[in-house]
């Protein structure tokens, strides 16, 4: 691989030399966009922190009911780059009187608002399993692809996305209400 497509692929730099020459190529060929829409043509519906906060419950009450409860779930335009960061998971402590009251919060960058749902259901995914995993082992991963056993794929095509965002601007547009 070139040194000039290192940069191009900076999301994808982890992968396997023979991905990342596929990827060059369909970007070369011009049908990178293409790919994408072939897999993921729709985006999701999920636009306010209400219907997010929603659907990560959901998510988390099929495959994680006893795990620690969610106070907060919302987009946030402080998540800029996504390069460093797609979403965050925090555990607030706050003194209330003589109590110490402990909550979660997780946060995703608000450039999944306009995005297919499988990107979506990676980042919650991701996030949630935070809840249980805070380091990203063995278990972590493994507990991803037990919520959604297409984790990995969807974090790959995430990855093509971003490089696409990158080099060509958004794919996918805001749905009219």
Do not use: W
């Not at 800029?80 to 706050?94: E, K, M, P, Q, Y």
């Not at 608000?110 to 979506?120: I, S």
Request: hydrophobic share 35%; with cysteine; charged share 25%.
């Amino acid at each position: 691989m070139k040194k000039s497509n290192m940069k191009t692929l900076k999301y994808l730099n982890s992968y396997d030399a023979k991905l990342q020459a596929q990827i060059q190529m369909l970007i070369e060929q011009d049908k990178l966009g293409d790919y994408l829409l072939s897999h993921y043509k729709d985006t999701h519906n999920y636009t306010s922190d209400k219907s997010l906060y929603t659907y990560v419950m959901e998510v988390k009450n099929e495959h994680m009911k006893s795990s620690s409860p969610v106070a907060k779930v919302m987009y946030d335009t402080k998540i800029r780059d996504v390069s460093a960061a797609l979403g965050t998971h925090t555990f607030v402590s706050r003194v209330q009187g003589a109590k110490l009251k402990a909550k979660h919060e997780i946060r995703i960058s608000h450039v999944f608002k306009n995005m297919p749902e499988a990107f979506l259901k990676m980042i919650v995914t991701h996030e949630l399993a935070h809840l249980k995993v805070k380091e990203h082992n063995k278990a972590f991963y493994k507990l991803c692809t037990y919520i959604e056993p297409d984790y990995h794929q969807f974090e790959f095509d995430l990855r093509v996305y971003l490089t696409y965002k990158d080099l060509f601007g958004a794919l996918y547009t805001k749905k009219s209400n």
